[in-house]
């Protein structure tokens, strides 16, 4: 059983609107938390990373929260584009091993 | 910021040969490099860690001698895929970790391997 759930698996929204992508873990202990945004074919480029007794991260229009108690993290995107088609990946990390969620596609249409 | 590159960006190639793929670190000394294989919406797997001048710690279940991973430098590792065959077509995709970088990973670009 993966380690590092993501829900929901796809979305899509229209542009302009917000939506919220959720993280459940059970890596535990854990060093810090990271979302990934993929676009595809492509590598995955780093959005936040929170260790464990920070609570939120913001990136631009991408704000990540952290409940380390509920082990649930999630990625809120404002005002979506049409360039935030892609797949958002959590990524719990012990050091420099990484536990990946499947990700979460999102699909921004006009 | 940090870049990491990957070359080449997809490559065919026939069953049965092999095929390398680079990964370097452009601006920074990768003491640490990870690859991982990626099937379509699936997330990635790890495959190997390697660290330089050392032996490749491969993850369970991969194949050590189809999959050589050389990281013979600070700013270079290589995949190699020996042998490859049609079930190897796979997104590849390496990252890697520098000194003084703190607990960041960089991601390559990721090379698409089609065999045929």
């Known amino acids: 059983k993966n380690q590092v759930e993501q829900s929901p698996q796809s979305l899509i929204i229209l542009e302009g609107k917000n939506c919220t992508l959720q993280c459940n873990y059970t890596v535990s202990p854990f060093s810090n938390l990271r979302w990934y945004k993929q676009d595809t074919g492509r590598g995955p480029v780093s959005l936040t990373i929170m260790t464990f007794s920070e609570n939120t991260k913001s990136n631009g229009r991408y704000t990540a929260t952290l409940d380390a108690d509920t082990k649930q993290s999630s990625l809120h995107i404002t005002a979506s584009q049409l360039s935030d088609s892609a797949s958002y990946i959590c990524?719990?990390?012990?050091?420099?091993?990484?536990?990946f969620g499947a990700g979460t596609t999102v699909t921004v249409r006009a | 910021g940090a870049v990491v590159s990957q070359h080449p960006s997809w490559v065919i190639c026939k069953s049965g040969t092999s095929v390398k793929i680079e990964c370097r670190s452009l601006d920074f000394q990768a003491t640490t490099m990870f690859w991982y294989r990626q099937f379509p919406k699936q997330s990635l797997m790890l495959m190997a860690t390697?660290?330089?001048?050392?032996?490749?710690?491969?993850e369970q279940g991969v194949e050590k001698d189809k999959f050589l991973i050389n990281h013979a430098s600070l700013t270079l590792s290589t995949l190699t895929v020996t042998s490859a065959h049609p079930e190897d077509s796979s997104f590849y995709i390496c990252?890697?970790?520098?000194?003084?970088?703190?607990?960041?990973?960089?991601f390559g670009e990721g090379s698409w391997l089609t065999v045929v």
């Open positions: 990524v719990v990390a012990l050091y420099y091993k990484l536990s």
């Open positions: 990252s890697a970790r520098g000194r003084g970088y703190g607990n960041t990973i960089y």
């Open positions: 390697s660290n330089e001048g050392s032996k490749a710690t491969y």
